[in-house]
């Protein structure tokens, strides 16, 4: 029988009265989260057994059972100014809920939104002056790419194999990690018109050299080879992590970056800086493209924005891309562009930045002691292969000691002991670290407010955790 729209009104009275507890128990939260929550890029089950947050404080997140755990990699490295949000951004916000909530930023301008694009026009270098506000790390991404598109005519994006962009169509397609595969793979439908570049940085596997001359000789001969057989009328722009975040924490070697950036200028190619995880001073420098003598044509940054507290990320262009869509459809968009209380967040956030000289406590306080004991790791541990940091920003790659090769975490060619992994796993649980492992690369990027104390206290619980890895062996 065809029933009206009417019957099935909701009610308050259709719904359970639980919803209106202040707090539910720990066994009710596990059991519902076993019916209806899902996880992201890996099977669903674990989630269900992962730690149940309640507050978090600082650079500590607590559970239920109030045990702490430090947050050793900013959750997916954006809570870096910790967990306790400072009063002016809570006053930020507050004003702008009250004052107005939401507007659709096609409709109208609001002063944090042009406060805060002068302001980061102020402390970008060069010339990067026009600004987008979407919500995430991939739509900034997406944003990018089809502007890129749009202002060149032309199609082609070069990305490289050791990257990630983004869970959109578009940004993982643009990405060389395994997460392309989902989009890729058996069912998926990827987007089109993105060519892969390899990373000038070595692996277990394959390198371009032996030195860092040679290595940047022969990747930026490899690419140019690229663009010549993809045709460079065909390639709208170059898009690179300035540093590559998930992949390992790796700083390109000297004159690669500027000579990408010499065979854009030459062949009118754009260059895409993706900054969405090392922007606002991850790296010790407000921006990752900093650590090169190179300016982007484009540049995307999200996480660090707000420190995770909203979602907002950035997408900033050149003077001559700005005038184009002065006068062009830039031909993207979003609902939640520019979210008021996104910008006002933002806005606050970065001038908090700026008041406690951030970048300058990651450069001073927080770099020299992520140097040492990263430098400790590797030469107490044979299960320890190498390390890097780079600001705020490390990773340390874990091996397999009986073969020398990377741990993967399931069986195959690699020697891999998904037993020790697992290990690993439990015991930084266990000893109240909470952040990435994803084998063979273990990461390291607390929150960039974290103390000196702070931080030796982490590495301390991430030695035992390590002892207990080269136990396995």
């Not at 989260?33 to 890029?41: D, E, F």
């Not at 907002?312 to 209380?341: D, Q, R, Y």
Request: glycine share 10%; with cysteine.
């Amino acid at each position: 029988m065809r029933r009206s729209f009417a019957s099935h009104a909701p009610t308050k009275a259709s719904v359970s009265a639980k919803h209106w507890e202040p707090q539910w128990p720990e066994s009710d939260l596990r059991s519902e989260s076993r019916q209806h929550v899902m996880s992201t890029w890996g099977p669903g089950a674990p989630i269900h057994s992962a730690p149940l947050l309640r507050r978090g404080e600082g650079v500590f997140v607590y559970d239920d059972a109030g045990k702490d755990y430090l947050d050793w990699t900013s959750q997916a490295v954006c809570s870096n100014l910790g967990h306790t949000m400072p009063e002016s951004v809570k006053q930020a916000l507050k004003n702008q809920m009250e004052t107005l909530p939401f507007v659709y930023s096609g409709f109208g301008l609001y002063e944090n939104r042009v406060r805060l694009s002068s302001l980061l026009a102020e402390l970008l270098p060069g010339d990067l002056s026009g600004f987008l506000f979407p919500t995430s790390g991939a739509e900034a991404n997406e944003a990018a790419i089809r502007m890129a598109r749009r202002f060149t005519g032309k199609t082609k994006i070069i990305n490289q194999y050791r990257s990630y962009h983004g869970g959109t169509t578009s940004t993982v397609t643009a990405t060389g990690d395994f997460r392309r595969n989902f989009a890729e793979g058996t069912g998926g439908d990827g987007a089109v018109g993105f060519v892969k570049t390899m990373n000038p940085t070595d692996s277990h596997l394959f390198s371009f050299g032996a030195t860092d001359e040679e290595r940047t000789s022969k990747a930026l001969g490899f690419l140019e080879e690229q663009i010549i057989c993809e045709g460079p009328a065909t390639i709208a722009a170059i898009m690179l992590e300035s540093i590559t975040g998930s992949a390992g924490v790796y700083l390109n070697p000297p004159g690669y970056m500027e000579g990408v950036r010499a065979l854009c200028t030459k062949y009118g190619i754009l260059l895409i800086c993706d900054e969405v995880m090392v922007g606002f001073g991850r790296t010790g420098k407000m921006w990752g493209f900093q650590h090169y003598d190179i300016q982007p044509d484009i540049l995307t940054s999200a996480k660090g924005l707000t420190g995770a507290w909203m979602p907002c990320s950035m997408v900033a262009v050149s003077s001559k891309i700005k005038s184009f869509f002065e006068v062009n459809p830039l031909g993207w968009g979003s609902t939640f562009h520019a979210h008021p209380m996104n910008l006002a967040v933002a806005y606050a956030c970065v001038k908090h930045m700026l008041d406690t000289d951030l970048v300058g406590h990651v450069k001073n306080n927080v770099e020299p002691i992520m140097l040492r004991e990263v430098g400790r790791m590797v030469e107490k541990y044979d299960c320890v292969a190498q390390g890097r940091v780079l600001g705020g920003f490390a990773c340390v790659d874990l091996t397999d000691p009986r073969s020398g090769l990377p741990i993967q975490e399931f069986s195959g060619k690699n020697c891999s002991h998904p037993e020790a992994i697992l290990t690993f796993r439990k015991e930084l649980n266990k000893n109240g670290l909470i952040g990435f492992v994803r084998p063979p690369k273990f990461h390291c990027a607390p929150p960039l407010v974290i103390k000196p104390n702070e931080l030796e206290e982490g590495f301390a619980r991430a030695n035992r955790a390590l002892d207990a890895y080269a136990a396995c062996f």
